[in-house]
T-cell receptor
Framework: DQQVKQNSPSLSVQEGRISILNCDYT??????FLWYKKYPAEGPTFLIS?????DKNEDGRFTVFLNKSAKHLSLHIVPSQPGDSAVYFC????????????FGTGTRLKVLA | NAGVMQNPRHLVRRRGQEARLRCSPM?????VYWYRQLPEEGLKFMVY????????ESGMPKERFSAEFPKEGPSILRIQQVVRGDSAAYFC?????????????FGPGTRLTVT
């Protein structure tokens, strides 16, 4: 049973435009969410996180939105750059500070120059 | 600025052999986690360790897999009598786990191939 779902396996976006990556979860006990970026042959790199007490968190070009009622979060990248091309994983955990991250299956983003 | 280090990066084992994967956490981190990624899948939690203690191994297969994080030295994930289904990328992560700093930082992974 996949508790964290990334239904789009891939996404292509033109350089300079907005990339929107989506993630849905089923467990209402999740209250801490993270996004990781992964390049081939490397480990995931932490990008941004959000606690359930917030609905938005911003860090430079990256913004994460959380809609608790819909059990949905999204990552916005504006403007998209070719170097953003990677696989993006969302992850969730039951409470802040809990170690057991549940990962989605990832979305491969390709930013076209 | 050493991040999480894992070695070897690639490991080839024949069926029935043992695989040992090593992980050195980031400086100042005392919590280590192991994840496994099968092809076309997300990362799956295996085990969480602190120095000399296994905190949660609920994601570890019941047989052939073990993990340790000794007082001195790296964390070790050990797979005995490997089978083809063990072929995967194994990632180690570490964290401080202090208030306000929960993010896990990942190493580059060890790609295990069982022939």
């Amino acid at each position: 049973d996949q508790q964290v779902k990334q239904n789009s396996p891939s996404l292509s976006v033109q350089e300079g435009r907005i990339s929107i990556l989506n993630c849905d979860y089923t467990n209402s006990m999740f209250d801490y969410f993270l996004w990781y970026k992964k390049y081939p042959a490397e480990g995931p790199t932490f990008l941004i996180s959000i606690s359930s007490i917030k609905d938005k968190n911003e860090d430079g070009r990256f913004t994460v939105f959380l809609n608790k009622s819909a059990k949905h979060l999204s990552l916005h990248i504006v403007p998209s750059q070719p170097g953003d091309s990677a696989v993006y994983f969302c992850a969730a955990s039951p409470t802040s500070g809990t170690y057991k991250y549940i990962f989605g299956t990832g979305t491969r983003l390709k930013v076209l120059a | 600025n050493a991040g999480v280090m894992q070695n070897p990066r690639h490991l080839v084992r024949r069926r029935g052999q043992e695989a040992r994967l090593r992980c050195s956490p980031m400086k100042g981190h005392s919590h280590v986690y192991w994840y496994r990624q099968l092809p076309e899948e997300g990362l799956k939690f295996m085990v969480y360790l602190q120095k000399e203690n296994i905190i949660d191994e609920s994601g570890m297969p019941k047989e052939r897999f073990s993990a340790e994080f000794p007082k001195e030295g790296p964390s070790i994930l050990r797979i005995q009598q490997v089978v083809r289904g063990d072929s995967a990328a194994y990632f180690c992560a570490s964290s401080q786990n202090r208030e306000g700093s929960y993010e896990q930082y990942f190493g580059p992974g060890t790609r295990l191939t069982v022939t």
